[in-house]
């Protein structure tokens, strides 16, 4: 089965350092969607990867999405969607993956400059983006590469959507994708995505669900300007200790949300459900190696990993406005901004949950007796997926793993949040499978996020193959 294949695997290895100057470039780029500042830079990402799809011969364009909501002055980056090949014959994957980062800087405790990709003496290559999103996203370019430079014929026709808002709620692509899923994305058979991360660092695995997030903001103000401690500590009621124990009163040590009702939403736990934990490939180690401590909340496999996937989650991020800097700056800040956030599941609709955290928050906020003033509201939100993954998109992508690494993957869920998947599903009407390229130990979103070498190549590897196999499986829907 797919005898092309060799070839195909040489030609990566022999373009690996080729596809490593790739992604160096690509990291070069501080496409953080989340910094206004670095908006011209996220635009200069989509052109560049526009630039590099063309150069390869796909049909690009790079459609604009409008202004950004809630910050109108700021134009969304564009969308770039590609299409390389279009064979009647073939069948035709959609591919999606985001070319924007989160934030990142030496300052925070990286060991290497941020956007310099860096690769050490175990072929780990450290670079903000390098595993999200960039890497998996060069993966599909240089699977193209490799097939040309290899004269493997290329076994699908690809239709690629990369976008650049993924880290600060995919703003503006909902709306993209439905208006697009009968028109540019109507040939799709079946979408792929890559951009989420194996469970450990051996055995690969197969996605077939992710949580959802719904991102809040709680806003204290009381003071006209920031005041001197000394002069005004005592006399002035002070919006960082609202605030504070607004944030400490959501959740416990053990991270058991404290709004009431939210429990409730949550999706009954079956036995048949409870018995697939069992068979998934993950220890404790596992997780105290990708966390980089023993700080679990639970000391068992099964409830770490239903804490992941099936529950609900709430977590504090930061706060604007507040004092952040080394030193012992005796400042009293007069406005704060909380945020926080919740990973959701199924049944949790949205709008529930949103109406339950401002009921809460409110009544905390009322209880502290506080003539500050309070505002919480809702910056983004995307909903939870989950699928199945019995059908030949998986079975392909589980042929392609078999062949590439020489196991069966796990199939599993992820605690993280794309939050179109459910569109392309909704919309397409088509499976969706997540097929990810890093591992649990690549810390994206943290500082020192790295992917690799292994994992890129082998990932490219993948890639492709799985094109192989999905052009061979039986359609069957
Ligand atoms: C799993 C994916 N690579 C990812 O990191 N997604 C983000 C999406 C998001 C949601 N709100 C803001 N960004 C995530 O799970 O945090
Ligand atoms: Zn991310
Ligand atoms: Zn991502």
Redesign the pocket.
């Known amino acids: 089965m797919a005898p092309q294949l060799d070839g195909y695997f040489k030609q990566v290895d022999t373009l690996s350092s080729h596809f490593i100057e790739r992604l160096r470039k690509a990291v070069a780029i501080p496409s953080i969607s989340a910094d206004e500042e670095r908006r011209p830079d996220v635009v200069r990402m989509g052109a560049w990867l526009a630039d590099e799809l063309t150069a390869l011969g796909a049909q690009v364009e790079q459609r604009p999405l409008g202004r950004q909501p809630g910050k109108e002055h700021l134009d969304l980056p564009p969308v770039v969607i590609a299409r390389y090949g279009s064979d009647k014959n073939k069948r035709t994957i959609l591919v999606y993956g985001?070319y924007d980062v989160?934030p990142a800087g030496k300052e925070d405790g990286w060991a290497t400059e941020p956007f310099d990709l860096t690769i050490d003496d175990k072929g780990r290559m450290y670079g903000r983006g390098s595993t999200?999103?960039k890497g998996p996203v060069l993966g599909w370019l240089n699977a193209i590469e490799a097939h040309q430079k290899a004269g493997v014929d290329f076994p699908v026709n690809l239709l690629m959507c990369f976008e650049g808002m993924?880290?600060?709620?995919?703003e503006g692509l909902d709306d993209f994708i439905n208006a697009e899923a009968k028109k540019y994305f109507a040939d799709a058979d079946a979408v792929c995505i890559s951009?989420?991360?194996w469970l450990g660092t051996e055995k690969p695995c197969l996605t077939y669900g992710?949580?959802g997030?719904s991102?809040y903001s709680v806003e204290l103000s009381g003071p006209g300007q920031d005041l001197h401690s000394g002069v005004f500590g005592g006399t002035a009621q002070e919006p960082m200790t609202d605030l504070v124990r607004i944030l400490g009163s959501l959740v416990d040590t053990d991270g058991k949300i404290q709004i009431p009702g939210l429990a409730e939403l949550v999706a009954p736990l079956t036995e048949e459900e409870k018995s697939l934990y069992d068979n998934i490939s993950f220890t404790m180690d596992n997780l105290y190696e990708s966390l980089g401590s023993q700080t679990s909340i639970y000391p068992d496999k099964e409830n770490t990993l239903m804490g992941r996937w099936r529950f609900p989650s709430l977590s504090v991020h930061g706060v604007e406005g507040a004092f952040s800097q080394p030193g012992a700056k005796t400042v009293i800040p007069a406005k704060v901004i909380g945020k926080f956030?919740i990973?959701t599941v199924p049944n949790m609709e949205p709008e529930d949950v949103d109406r339950l955290v401002f009921k809460y928050v409110d009544e905390q906020f009322k209880k502290l007796g506080s003539k500050n003033t309070m505002k919480c509201t809702l910056q983004?939100s995307?909903k939870w997926w989950v699928a199945s993954p019995k059908h030949w998109n998986f079975s392909a992508a589980g042929k392609a793993v078999e062949r590439v690494w020489g196991v069966k993957p796990d199939l599993t869920r992820?605690?993280?949040?794309?939050?179109v998947t459910l569109t392309f599903e909704q919309a397409t009407g088509k499976n969706v499978l997540l097929l990810p390229m890093g591992s649990s130990t690549d810390a994206?979103?943290s500082i020192n996020e790295k992917l690799d070498k292994r994992n890129y190549i082998e990932g490219i590897k993948l890639l492709g193959a799985y094109l192989h196999y999905v052009a061979e499986e039986p359609m069957t829907s």
Not at 166 to 170: F, I, Q, R
Not at 414 to 419: C, M, T, V
């Open positions: 985001h989160q999200d999103d993924e880290e600060y709620g995919s951009d989420n991360y992710l949580r997030c991102y956030s990973r983004h995307g992820e605690g993280g949040s794309i939050p994206a979103h």
